[in-house]
């Protein structure tokens, strides 16, 4: 059984720093992509960050670019996510997802994720 758990969320305040944790296990995840989305309360779940577990190979929405960082630890199967310069709107539930779509550089959709992790809230106070 396919399991991504993320630890991490909790509360900053603005220009602070987060990073996120995703444990994933159950399989290999070799040619995935490892996502992360977010969830604004009222909106629409939302990609934000992309990694390929193969080769590194990273992708960001252009809402967080130079402010995020995703990158795994293929020894430890777990997927990060560098939260840097935080602003009140990145207050959200971060999920991590995994897709077994190649990796490619644009907007993942929800479409493209085969596993969900539960999510976990990260909440910036101004």
């Known amino acids: 059984q396919v399991q991504l758990v993320e630890s991490g969320g909790g509360l900053v305040q603005a220009g602070g720093s987060l990073r996120l944790s995703c444990a994933a296990s159950?399989?290999?995840?070799?040619?995935?992509?490892m996502l992360w989305f977010r969830q604004a309360p009222g909106k629409e779940r939302e990609f934000v960050a992309a990694?390929?577990?193969?080769?590194?190979?990273?992708n960001y929405a252009d809402s967080v670019k130079g402010r995020f960082s995703i990158s795994r630890d293929n020894a430890k199967n777990t997927v990060y996510l560098q939260m840097n310069s935080l602003k009140p709107e990145d207050t959200a539930v971060y999920y991590c997802?995994?897709?077994?779509?190649?990796?490619?550089?644009?907007?993942?959709?929800?479409?493209?994720?085969?596993?969900w992790g539960k999510g976990t809230l990260v909440t910036v106070s101004s």
């Open positions: 997802a995994a897709s077994a779509v190649i990796f490619y550089r644009g907007t993942y959709s929800e479409e493209d994720v085969n596993y």
């Open positions: 159950g399989r290999t995840f070799t040619g995935y992509s």
């Open positions: 990694i390929s577990w193969s080769d590194g190979r990273t």
